[in-house]
């Protein structure tokens, strides 16, 4: 007989599950309302850091800021940097300089970058003072790259070795120098007198390899090409074309500068579809911690321009007004062709702006995908335009009023197709992001088709 656990006895353990969580979460407020800083330093840190990190942020805002200051130089960087981004700026602002400046030299290079980046000047000033000459000018290195570059997101810890020495050497060397290597790492680049990046050895390889072999017989071809100031979707991009675990980062004369590991990617993959997701919907900002005021402040700019388009749709409609004076059917049925119009044209457009992110847009895929969306189009507005033309055809018992409604339904979803393909390529080759500013005009340009064509034919043909 199987031991394995039933449905009811899996749903029974999930619910054990998130009932010890939810009272593991009151302890952590009653230890912070009571100020038990002992209990409350030993049970996070027995916790995984990003189990932690997330027990933190189930607090509310005053209490967390107040367990951050309970905790002060307790609370582990490993904690402090799995924080969401607006959890950690409020731990840095809680946190003494000195205790930043203790949280600075654990980390490497790249996570001291995210740390930094949250800090203003002047407090940023008087903790890299609190560091030797030696680690401030390598911290301040990371921002004499542009943000969201890959210099920006590099950490300068990595293990280099030039192309005449041996397995044995390379090996020798790591254990003999185990503080300078990076906490993780998955390959040796291999370099020349001049510090170009050559090769790489992977680990895997170089344990498997006698010690008498030159790292220069052994050694691959690295497959990314990532200079510093690459942008971080063009990198990540890269990460998981070639299914890397790790990168070296070049300038443009091909020196080795820094490398990139998978775990930033992840932040990177999330943090940029999160941002074209929020941009699709007209949002540029969905914190957690978002004030009312905030979110108004990234809402309010596209409702602006949703509102200058939706006058748009209205200044066609009002060239017929004298024809939905006399067919007030008109009016209950422009909502239908309109609506699912719309849906047909964001359809597209999120099909469209996916495949331009995943580089599945170039040379002639652009060219199919232009002739695929707007087949679709067409193949949907045959049935949907004979659907629609049936229901109005009986609802109103218009026969004319279900050719016009028809034809009119036809003609909007091919152009639905054509537009939710064609709006985002035509923005790409501008140099705009179609994930942005692809919607507003998308939508525009169904609704303006399926104004005009619904009232233009029911001009012609009903009047």
Do not use: C
């Amino acid at each position: 007989m199987s031991d394995l656990p039933t449905p009811q006895a899996e749903e029974q353990t999930e619910e054990q599950t998130r009932e010890s969580h939810l009272a593991l979460e009151q302890d952590v407020r009653e230890a912070v309302w009571e100020e038990d800083s002992r209990w409350l330093s030993r049970t996070l840190n027995r916790l995984y850091p990003a189990d932690a990190a997330d027990l933190l942020e189930q607090l509310s805002t005053d209490d967390f800021a107040e367990a951050v200051r309970l905790l002060d130089g307790q609370l582990s960087t490993e904690i402090i940097i799995e924080l969401r981004d607006e959890y950690r700026e409020e731990a840095v602002d809680v946190l003494p300089d000195e205790a930043v400046a203790a949280v600075l030299e654990e980390l490497d290079s790249d996570d001291v970058t995210t740390i930094l980046e949250d800090l203003e000047d002047e407090r940023r000033e008087r903790i890299l003072d609190e560091l030797s000459p030696e680690d401030r000018a390598s911290l301040e290195h990371g921002f004499a790259y542009a943000e969201e570059s890959a210099g920006r997101l590099m950490q300068r810890e990595y293990y280099a070795a030039p192309e005449f020495w041996t397995v044995g050497h390379a090996i020798d060397h790591a254990r003999d120098n185990a503080d300078d290597l990076p906490d993780e790492f998955y390959e040796v680049y291999v370099v020349d007198p001049a510090y170009r990046l050559r090769g790489e050895v992977p680990l895997a390889k170089l344990l498997r390899t006698p010690r008498d072999v030159k790292l220069s017989d052994i050694m691959e071809e690295v497959q990314s090409d990532i200079h510093v100031d690459m942008d971080q979707e063009e990198v990540a991009y890269q990460f998981q074309k070639y299914s890397l675990a790790s990168a070296p980062v070049t300038d443009e004369a091909g020196r080795l500068l820094g490398m990139l590991t998978v775990d930033d990617m992840v932040d990177v993959i999330q943090e940029e579809n999160t941002e074209d997701f929020l941009a699709m919907s007209g949002v540029n900002s969905a914190d957690g911690s978002d004030t009312v005021l905030d979110s108004v402040k990234a809402r309010a700019p596209w409702l602006a321009v949703n509102l200058i388009t939706a006058f748009v749709a209205s200044g066609i409609i009002s060239l017929f007004e004298s024809t939905i004076d006399q067919i007030v059917q008109l009016a209950i049925l422009m909502p239908v062709v309109a609506a699912l119009g719309g849906n047909a044209g964001s359809q597209g457009l999120a099909v469209a702006v996916r495949a331009i992110a995943e580089r599945e847009m170039d040379g002639d895929a652009s060219r199919r995908a232009i002739v695929r969306e707007t087949l679709t189009g067409l193949a949907n507005g045959v049935i949907f335009a004979i659907g629609v033309a049936a229901i109005a055809g009986f609802w109103f018992q218009s026969t004319g009023l279900a050719i016009t409604i028809g034809i009119a339904m036809f003609a909007t979803f091919i152009w639905a197709g054509f537009s939710g393909i064609i709006v985002p390529l035509g923005l790409r080759k501008v140099g705009a992001d179609p994930a942005v500013a692809s919607s507003v005009f998308v939508l525009t340009l169904t609704d303006v088709m399926a104004f005009f064509s619904f009232l233009g034919l029911a001009t012609l043909i009903l009047l």
